[in-house]
């Protein structure tokens, strides 16, 4: 369809794309409650799996409350790991024992920002862009801060990210670290990140890659890129729930070197010997600090099966259909109201949501949000759309769309 096709299209024509939709069937895997809210924000916070549900019950009553301490020596404790696998085997295209499940996205950042720059003595520069998320710019300018080092900082066109040529630019012999996210959280901008990832290698440094918008959303090679180290959260596109702890990658190469600096007892070699003074665990253990959070790993886990049982490529795809729709519509009925899209319109170089720039998005959001399209604002004058491929239908994106369409209208 083209755009003036699908701009002339009515509802009926939404309807049918989701007829066609092979994940169709999904939708009906997640909570939804019955009041014709329309969730164009999976990518904030993803939907409650139905699983969820019953298996939260089930840890509660059958394994905590019945099993009680013995279940950490029955499968609790292994969680982080085993999970991780699932996760980095089937979604991050990482052999076993190099991801772990745990801490916040935050927290994980922290941990293995740290370890590289410990591992790049003598090198005095951090590259990163300005348009990456909040946290991770903070985090590293609190690293920076503690070393006396210096944040490279990329000034990219908002509507994209860093290309290899402005990363290559910044990055020689002082680099410690090179980080970025993998897919922009404003614009989801899709950065290169082997490209990217290999000129870093060539000039000495390390890579770390935070992939909270492309996890479970697109396919992920972090072995194949030759990627350092990783990190995400489970809450977006893998559907793992509010706060439910994040992961760390850690290239299998790097764990004998790299050290993170919260010593806790479970990162301890034989950690129930309780002994004196830290020594690391073997492998991707080293990584971890205190105690799991079974619930939240719980919930985690089941976001991440679902996601694994839908597939990775038929997510990709259906993304990819979702965002196509959403940008003819808004180049359609939008445009000539004084939207313009600020997401990339190479579909290979998008992830799975959509930045709509408008000067008014702030009252726009407030106001679609209150009329039941839940969205986000992104400063400075972004309607930030998610189309979680398992949860968003090709109608609800019709009826957000619309919806901004009439508000447009009432102003002009
Ligand atoms: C959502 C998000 C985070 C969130 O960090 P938390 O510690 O989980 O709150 C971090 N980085 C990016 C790129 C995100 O999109």
């Known amino acids: 369809m083209t755009t003036m096709d699908v701009a002339n299209s009515d509802r009926e024509s939404a309807a049918a794309l989701d007829r066609a939709d092979g994940l169709r069937r999904f939708r009906d895997r997640f909570v939804f409650a019955d009041d014709g809210v329309v969730y164009l924000d999976g990518n904030s916070l993803g939907r409650a799996p139905r699983d969820t549900v019953v298996q939260l019950v089930d840890v509660v009553e ?12 029955e499968g609790w404790m292994d969680l982080p790991l085993r999970i991780g696998d699932r996760l980095g085997t089937s979604l991050l295209g990482a052999a076993p024992g190099q991801v772990a499940v745990a801490d916040s996205t935050t927290v994980c950042l922290y941990k293995l920002a740290s370890a590289a720059l410990a591992a790049r003595p003598g090198r005095t ?3 990163t862009d300005r348009d990456n998320f909040p946290t991770d710019r903070y985090v590293l300018e609190s690293l920076a801060g503690d070393r006396g080092l210096t944040i490279r900082w990329i000034e990219s066109d908002p509507a994209r990210g860093p290309e290899p040529d402005e990363v290559a630019a910044v990055t020689g ?3 410690a670290l090179v980080s970025f996210s993998h ?3 404003r614009s989801a901008f899709v950065l290169d990140m082997q490209a990217i990832t290999r000129l870093a290698h060539d000039a000495g440094a390390l890579t770390l890659w935070d992939l909270c918008h492309s996890a479970g959303a697109m ?3 972090l072995d194949a890129n030759e990627v350092d180290l990783a990190v995400g959260c489970t809450y977006k596109y893998l559907n793992g729930g509010p706060g439910a ?4 990658y850690v290239r299998a190469e790097h764990q004998r070197e790299l050290r993170q600096p919260i010593w806790g007892w479970l990162g301890r070699r034989e ?3 309780m002994g004196d003074g830290y020594e690391r665990a073997e492998g991707i253990t080293a990584m971890l600090s205190g105690t799991p959070p079974i619930l939240g790993l719980t919930a985690a886990g089941v976001g991440i099966e679902l996601v694994i049982e839908a597939g990775i490529a038929a997510i990709r795809e259906k993304g990819i259909a979702l965002t196509e729709f959403a940008i003819a519509l808004a180049d359609g009925w939008l445009a000539p109201l004084g939207v313009s899209v600020a997401s990339p319109r190479d579909s290979s170089r998008r992830g799975a949501h959509v930045a709509l720039a408008h000067p008014a998005a702030r009252t726009l959001c407030a106001r679609l949000i209150r009329d039941g399209v839940v969205v986000d604002f992104r400063a400075p004058d972004v309607v930030r759309i998610g189309l979680s491929p398992l949860s968003t239908s090709f109608t609800d994106v019709w009826d957000g769309l619309d919806r901004l369409r009439g508000l447009l209208e009432e102003e002009a």
């Open 62 to 73: 059958s394994v905590w409350g019945s099993r009680l301490i013995r279940a950490w020596s």
């Open 245 to 248: 702890p994040a992961f760390l």
């Open 271 to 273: 950690a129930f010997e």
């Open 219 to 221: 396919p992920v090679e």
């Open 125 to 127: 520069e951090i590259v």
């Open 173 to 175: 012999s002082r680099t």
């Open 183 to 185: 897919v922009a959280y």
